[in-house]
C-alpha cells in the first residue's frame, strides 16, 4: 500500500512553526491551527511522520529515530525561510518536539507543547495499561495492540463523530490508526526516557497548553514540565476539552495562545496586524466541521458505497 502523504505546508512571514502530530496520529490533527496560525502571517510546516497515514505493519515497522528523521528534515525544510523557529507537538509530538530543541538548540528558539505525554495516566486509560511497563522487548511488545477507544481525545460531540467516523473508515490518512501495535508504544516509551534525560538541558521559552480533563495524560504531565524544564514556563490549564486540544472545544485558545506566545518569540510578523482581528472572532464549532471534513470526505464515501 502507497503511503498518502498528508504533510501540511503554510507559506508566512520569517517566524515559522513546525507542528508535530501524535503516535499513530496524522498531520490534519494540526490542521484548524495551522490554518489560524498562518492568518497571523506565521509559515507553518506539520510533517507526516515515518510509518504513518499507511497500514498497522507499516507503522509497526517504525521506530521513534525513524519519525525523529521526518522532523528533522522538516526542520531542516523550514530553516531554509525563516529566521525564527518555534517547535510544537500534540501529545508523543510535544515529547519528539522537546528532543528536537535539545537537539539543536541555536536553531529551534521556542516551544509549544500541546497536551504533552510523558505518562499515559488520563482518566480514559484503561487500569490494566500499567502492566505494559513490564514489557521490554519489542517483539513481545507487538503481540498486543493498543486500541482507540472512545472519547477518542475529543469532548465536542460534533468533532467527535466525525473523528469516530474516520477512524472506522478504516484509511489511517485520516485521524489515524484504529489500533496501534504494541511496539510504538514501547518506541514511545523509549522517546521519553530519552527525553527525560534531556528536560534539565532544555533552555528554549516553552508554552504548555493542556486540559485539565485529559483523558490520555493527566496535568501531572504538564507540571512535571514546569518543574524541571530550566528555561522560562508558561502554562494554560484549558477547562473544556479533552486531549486533542488542536481539534476540540478550545482550539481557538490554542491558535491564540500559539500565536501570541511565537509573537513574542520571533516579533510581529506582517500579518499579526491583521491577526488581532481575527483572534478577537471564537471559531465555532461548525467551522472547525467545515474544516476537518474534507479531509474524512472520501472515508465517509466509502464506508456508505
Same mark, same amino acid.
Given at each position: 500500500?502507497?503511503?498518502?502523504?498528508?504533510?501540511?505546508?503554510?507559506?508566512?512571514?520569517?517566524?515559522?512553526?513546525?507542528l508535530?502530530h501524535g503516535?499513530g496520529?496524522?498531520?490534519?490533527?494540526?490542521?484548524?491551527?495551522?490554518?489560524?496560525?498562518?492568518?497571523?502571517?506565521?509559515?507553518?510546516?506539520?510533517?507526516?511522520?515515518?510509518?504513518?497515514c499507511?497500514?498497522?505493519?507499516?507503522l509497526?515497522?517504525?521506530?521513534?529515530?525513524?519519525?525523529?528523521?521526518? *522532523?528533522?528534515?522538516?526542520?531542516?525544510?523550514?530553516?531554509?525561510?525563516?529566521?525564527?523557529?518555534?517547535?510544537?507537538?500534540l501529545?508523543m509530538?510535544?515529547?519528539?518536539?522537546?528532543?528536537?530543541?535539545?537537539?539543536?538548540?541555536?536553531?529551534?528558539?521556542?516551544?509549544?507543547l500541546?497536551?504533552?505525554?510523558?505518562?499515559?495516566?488520563?482518566?480514559?486509560?484503561?487500569?490494566?495499561?500499567?502492566?505494559?511497563?513490564?514489557?521490554?522487548?519489542?517483539?513481545?511488545?507487538?503481540?498486543?495492540k493498543?486500541?482507540?477507544?472512545?472519547?477518542?481525545?475529543?469532548?465536542?460531540?460534533?468533532?467527535?463523530?466525525?473523528?469516530?467516523?474516520?477512524?472506522?473508515s478504516?484509511?489511517?490518512?485520516?485521524?489515524g490508526?484504529?489500533?496501534?501495535?504494541?511496539? *510504538?508504544?514501547l518506541?514511545?516509551?523509549?522517546?521519553?526516557?530519552?527525553?527525560?534525560?534531556e528536560?534539565?538541558g532544555?533552555?528554549?521559552?516553552?508554552?504548555?497548553?493542556?486540559?485539565?480533563?485529559?483523558?490520555?495524560?493527566?496535568?501531572?504531565?504538564?507540571?512535571?514540565?514546569?518543574r524541571?524544564?530550566?528555561?522560562?514556563?508558561?502554562?494554560?490549564?484549558?477547562?473544556d476539552?479533552?486531549?486533542v486540544?488542536?481539534?476540540?472545544?478550545?482550539?481557538?485558545?490554542?491558535i491564540?495562545?500559539?500565536?501570541?506566545?511565537?509573537?513574542?518569540?520571533?516579533?510581529?510578523s506582517?500579518?499579526?496586524?491583521?491577526?488581532?482581528?481575527?483572534?478577537?472572532?471564537p *471559531?465555532?464549532s461548525?467551522?472547525?466541521?467545515?474544516?476537518?471534513?474534507?479531509?474524512f470526505?472520501?472515508?465517509?464515501?466509502?464506508?456508505?458505497?
Amino acid at each position: 500500500m502507497s503511503i498518502v502523504d498528508r504533510s501540511l505546508k503554510l507559506r508566512g512571514g520569517r517566524t515559522g512553526i513546525l507542528l508535530i502530530h501524535g503516535l499513530g496520529g496524522t498531520p490534519i490533527e494540526h490542521r484548524m491551527v495551522a490554518i489560524g496560525l498562518a492568518h497571523q502571517g506565521f509559515t507553518v510546516h506539520c510533517p507526516q511522520l515515518a510509518g504513518h497515514c499507511g497500514t498497522y505493519e507499516e507503522l509497526r515497522d517504525t521506530s521513534w529515530q525513524d519519525w525523529y528523521a521526518s *522532523v528533522e528534515a522538516a526542520h531542516d525544510e523550514l530553516r531554509k525561510s525563516c529566521d525564527t523557529i518555534i517547535v510544537g507537538g500534540l501529545s508523543m509530538g510535544a515529547v519528539m518536539a522537546m528532543h528536537l530543541a535539545a537537539q539543536r538548540p541555536d536553531s529551534v528558539q521556542g516551544l509549544a507543547l500541546f497536551a504533552p505525554t510523558l505518562k499515559l495516566d488520563g482518566w480514559g486509560v484503561p487500569w490494566y495499561s500499567k502492566f505494559f511497563a513490564l514489557v521490554t522487548q519489542k517483539w513481545f511488545a507487538n503481540l498486543i495492540k493498543f486500541s482507540e477507544r472512545d472519547p477518542y481525545g475529543i469532548k465536542d460531540p460534533r468533532i467527535r463523530a466525525l473523528v469516530t467516523a474516520a477512524i472506522q473508515s478504516g484509511d489511517s490518512s485520516q485521524v489515524g490508526q484504529l489500533a496501534n501495535p504494541g511496539g *510504538v508504544m514501547l518506541e514511545m516509551r523509549w522517546l521519553i526516557n530519552t527525553v527525560k534525560r534531556e528536560i534539565p538541558g532544555i533552555k528554549q521559552p516553552t508554552l504548555i497548553l493542556h486540559p485539565r480533563e485529559d483523558d490520555r495524560a493527566s496535568l501531572a504531565n504538564a507540571f512535571y514540565l514546569q518543574r524541571h524544564l530550566a528555561g522560562s514556563v508558561e502554562v494554560r490549564v484549558l477547562e473544556d476539552c479533552y486531549h486533542v486540544i488542536t481539534l476540540d472545544r478550545q482550539r481557538h485558545v490554542v491558535i491564540e495562545c500559539t500565536g501570541a506566545f511565537a509573537a513574542r518569540i520571533g516579533g510581529k510578523s506582517a500579518g499579526q496586524a491583521q491577526a488581532e482581528t481575527y483572534l478577537r472572532q471564537p *471559531v465555532p464549532s461548525a467551522a472547525v466541521a467545515e474544516t476537518v471534513e474534507p479531509a474524512f470526505a472520501e472515508g465517509e464515501r466509502a464506508r456508505h458505497h
